[in-house]
């Protein structure tokens, strides 16, 4: 089976901007940028996951209330039914926050309560006008043909509305059936739940058209399918069957997430409950059946994040709300709090051979089962952390094609691998949306590095701070030598803060690999010098930074020829 070679932009939708977009990136922005992509060459664009999500200030796309719905934020009110014209303008009462550079962030309670409010005004003229009646036939019909996951969805956001709160463990009604049936004990609720069926109806169109956009432009849309989902969300209240709440997803520590003492600790704990996959088996795994065939509806292709997750998930006894309990403590300490149950690996250990033949079984198993659910679809597996050695030739043999970072494929000797020797089933990126883009990390390195060389010859400086500099700065000589061998520069040409020339240098190299997909993230490819993400941490600029240009305005800026360029050639 051959691969075609593509380059795409990771660009997600709250990033995205275009004139009256109302503060967040829309459907609308993202055909500007399908057009823009098809104009310069650029052959997907890569989206962070676009389910609904809940309404914290700056909620993770990763901690969806529904493994189908859609997030209604990213509709282009202009193109909804019975909305008022000309729409009135977003206004901020406040002045926008303002990241480096003048960037401004995604205010999502401001977005939240202006969408909210417009597209209520506009669904009760959709209900009331003569005008939209072949319209609410066709949105009749599409609800009958949705089945429970829709209604499921809808009940479950007016209770958490009229309580207050997703965590449907603290409401006063905690079983489906009754909690449902008060969704329908009154008129102003039946009517709350027909506007969200309504709002899922208007995502699935506009959706639709998106796609249909993308297809004439010889673009694909990249989807991405969480490893989890909420343990707050419709699918886990009124499908708990199907899950293990008893222990809470998320991955080991490695030691590299200095910003928060409990990830560098302890781990990522990701408050996600597990499968039970015997149970999920036992109706031919329609959840995630469903899941993956509705993606398939807007995406060409799509990456499962933390593939890892399918052969054995790093496990805590405890949810993320009691992290700040356990981290002063030790392994026996937390044990004794948890009846004897320990974070590690479920629902068995890399410890043994007979384990890890057990996990490559039982990830292959359902790998496999997986890409049934909709054959066509190109995958992509996230495979970063703790990547057991079988791992990566199964994901081969099934044609899941794996990551390389660059600065992370080194052999046994401390030798970077070449990008001419990669597996052509592999995805090439300097970075993902967990991490710093690669221009930030380049200039760290390149300081400690200069540091460190100014140790050697620093008398003043103490023993103990001379040593620590000089061991700093050797490591981070060593990464910046990596990715210069990478690219073929010389020491004089890698040994210099990030310009024109080394982003071109190692943007070349890494298109030139032999991977099948090459990609960058806006954030690199426009030189804006923030980050989307910082994994163990929650609010403050997390899931916020905004493009400060428009795709208008993108393509007359060089950074535009220059991925034209890099992608044909």
């Not at 419709?234 to 910003?259: C, I, K, Q, T």
């Not at 790093?314 to 993320?320: G, H, I, K, R």
């Not at 190299?509 to 929650?538: H, I, K, Q």
Request: glycine content about 8%; aromatic content about 12%; charged content about 25%.
């Amino acid at each position: 089976m051959l691969l075609q070679r593509m380059s795409g932009v990771l660009m997600p939708l709250f990033s995205l901007r275009r004139e009256g977009d109302a503060g967040i990136g829309d459907l609308m922005a993202l055909e500007e940028w399908i057009r823009w992509a098809g104009a310069h060459g650029v052959g997907f664009l890569q989206l962070l996951p676009v389910n609904a999500v809940g309404e914290d200030d700056a909620p993770s796309p990763y901690s969806g209330i529904s493994s189908v719905a859609l997030e209604p934020l990213y509709l282009s009110l202009e193109r909804v039914p019975g909305m008022e014209a000309p729409l009135p303008e977003y206004r901020d009462d406040l002045p926008p926050q303002q990241m480096p550079g003048g960037e401004d962030y995604v205010d999502y309670a401001r977005v939240r309560t202006y969408k909210r409010y417009h597209l209520g005004r506009a669904f009760e003229r959709f209900e009331c006008e003569a005008e939209y009646q072949p319209l609410r036939d066709e949105f009749d019909a599409w609800v009958q043909e949705q089945g429970a996951w829709l209604e499921n969805f809808a009940a479950f956001s007016v209770l958490s509305r009229a309580y207050g709160s997703p965590a449907w463990w603290l409401w006063p009604v905690q079983e489906p059936a009754t909690a449902r049936s008060l969704v329908y004990s009154s008129e102003a609720s039946r009517r709350a739940l027909r506007s969200i069926c309504w709002e899922q109806w208007l995502c699935a169109r506009e959706w639709a058209q998106v796609r249909q956009v993308a297809d004439a432009c010889g673009v694909a849309l990249m989807g991405d399918v969480p490893i989890g989902i909420s343990v707050a969300s419709a699918d886990v209240f009124f499908e708990r069957h199907l899950f293990d709440m008893d222990w809470s997803g998320g991955a080991p520590a490695e030691g590299n997430f200095a910003e928060d003492p409990f990830t560098a600790k302890w781990g990522q704990n990701w408050g996600i409950p597990l499968y039970r996959w015997d149970v999920m088996e036992r109706d031919g795994f329609a959840w995630w059946n469903r899941r993956v065939r509705k993606l398939a509806e807007v995406f060409s292709m799509y990456r499962i994040d933390h593939v890892l997750g399918f052969y054995r998930i790093y496990a805590f006894p405890w949810m993320p709300d009691r992290n700040p309990e356990f981290l002063p403590l030790g392994a026996d300490e937390a044990a004794a709090r948890c009846g004897g149950r320990r974070p590690g690996f479920r629902p068995r250990p890399d410890d043994t051979p007979e384990n890890r033949r057990a996990n490559l079984m039982q990830g292959d198993y359902l790998l496999r089962r997986l890409l049934q659910a909709a054959p066509g679809l190109k995958v992509i597996g996230e495979d970063l952390g703790c990547v057991p050695d079988y791992v990566r030739p199964d994901l081969s043999r099934l044609r899941i094609t794996g990551f390389k970072i660059p600065h992370w494929e080194i052999d046994e000797q401390h030798r970077i691998i070449k990008g001419d020797t990669y597996n052509p089933c592999s995805f090439a990126t300097y970075a993902t949306h967990d991490f710093p883009p690669i221009c930030n990390d380049w200039n760290e390195w390149y300081a400690h590095a200069l540091a460190g060389t100014a140790a050697a010859t620093d008398s003043t400086l103490a023993p103990n701070r001379r040593r620590e500099l000089l061991r700093t700065g050797r490591d981070c000589a060593r990464v910046l030598s990596w990715l210069g061998d990478y690219a073929g520069m010389s020491h004089e040409q890698w040994m210099q803060p990030w310009g024109p020339e080394v982003k071109d240098a190692l943007f070349r190299a890494l298109f030139r690999c032999r991977s099948a997909y090459a990609a960058l993230m806006w954030t690199e490819l426009f030189d804006v010098p923030v980050r989307l993400n910082t994994p163990g941490t929650e609010g403050g600029t997390n899931w916020r930074p905004r493009m400060p240009f428009t795709a208008a305005h993108a393509a007359t800026m060089p950074q535009s020829r220059w991925i034209q360029e890099l992608s044909r050639r």
